[in-house]
């Protein structure tokens, strides 16, 4: 009975061996079925993905009508090949990509102002025609209309870096000439208003005498030498730079700031001591001695 009973325990376990690969087969089945399809979507995937990636979304201007024009801006020229059916904005858009000159800030002139909603055609653009560009990029305008004091505090961060200004070679080949025989007396430790007469007896970086003249009334710096004589707005001045001359210090060396940078400094030496204070307040505007 037992050997029955082991006899039907191992054809139970027989049977189940032999139903185990039935299934195996039929999941292996499924699986490769599954990963057919899923190989299939993939590819599918792919091959409907590819035409997107290739697409710039660029209007192309192949097959176009062409038009060949002149831009010119800030005394450049430039030529351009644009689409006859493009508008005005789309031409801003080119000369934005020629000269960096942002659209919003282009004022662009074809017979009178060109009108952006119209085409070249319409408003008869032909090949060769000009196009006067008018208008300053944004590093432009930032450097006209910088702050005066932002200037100021980057001139004296720069001071601080280098040498002192007389012994620079540019500044040593003036000084070395020796203080000038007319200049006007000086009063170290003083602080004086202006006189009611030029400053003069001094020298410019050429070593030329120079003469200071402060038209209060008419808000300019008249700069006088032998040839001529430069009338300065003092609102366009954006800095004031002085330094006591080594050996000198009752006379000092000073720089008048044309412009944004350092180049347009117009230096003049041996200024009296007594009045830098007062030509500092009154060309920056704080006329503290009036």
Avoid at 254 to 271: D, H, I, K, N, R
Wanted: with cysteine.
């Amino acid at each position: 009975m037992a050997a029955q009973d082991g006899s039907e325990v191992v054809g139970m376990e027989a049977e189940v061996t032999q139903k185990v690969p039935e299934v195996s087969c039929e999941a292996a089945g499924q699986e490769d079925a599954a990963g057919t399809e899923q190989a299939s979507l993939t590819d599918g995937e792919s091959t409907s993905a590819q035409p997107a990636a290739v697409s710039n979304g660029e209007e192309s201007d192949e097959g176009k009508e062409m038009v060949e024009v002149k831009i010119i801006w800030n005394k450049n020229k430039y030529d351009l090949k644009i689409p006859l059916d493009g508008t005005g904005a789309k031409l801003k858009e080119k000369i934005h990509t020629l000269t960096g000159l942002p659209p919003a800030m282009q004022k662009v002139m074809y017979k009178g102002l060109l009108p952006e909603d119209k085409t070249l055609r319409e408003i008869k653009v032909t090949n060769g025609a000009k196009i006067m560009v008018v208008g300053s990029t944004i590093n432009d305008v930032l450097a006209v209309n910088t702050p005066k004091e932002v200037i100021q505090q980057e001139v004296k961060a720069e001071e601080n870096k280098k040498e002192p200004l007389c012994r620079q070679k540019q500044h040593r080949k003036v000084l070395d000439k020796g203080k000038p025989d007319d200049v006007m007396p000086s009063i170290k430790g003083a602080k004086e208003r202006l006189p009611t007469v030029p400053l003069s007896g001094m020298y410019n970086k050429s070593g030329g005498k120079v003469r200071l003249t402060f038209k209060l009334e008419q808000d300019q710096l008249w700069i006088g030498t032998k040839e001529r004589t430069e009338k300065i707005p003092m609102g366009s001045i954006k800095n004031v730079v002085t330094e006591p001359i080594e050996g000198h210090e009752d006379y000092h060396m000073m720089a008048f700031q044309l412009g944004p940078t350092e180049a347009s400094q117009y230096w003049v030496y041996w200024v009296p001591a007594q009045f830098v204070d007062a030509i500092k307040d009154t060309v920056l505007g704080k006329w503290q001695y009036f």
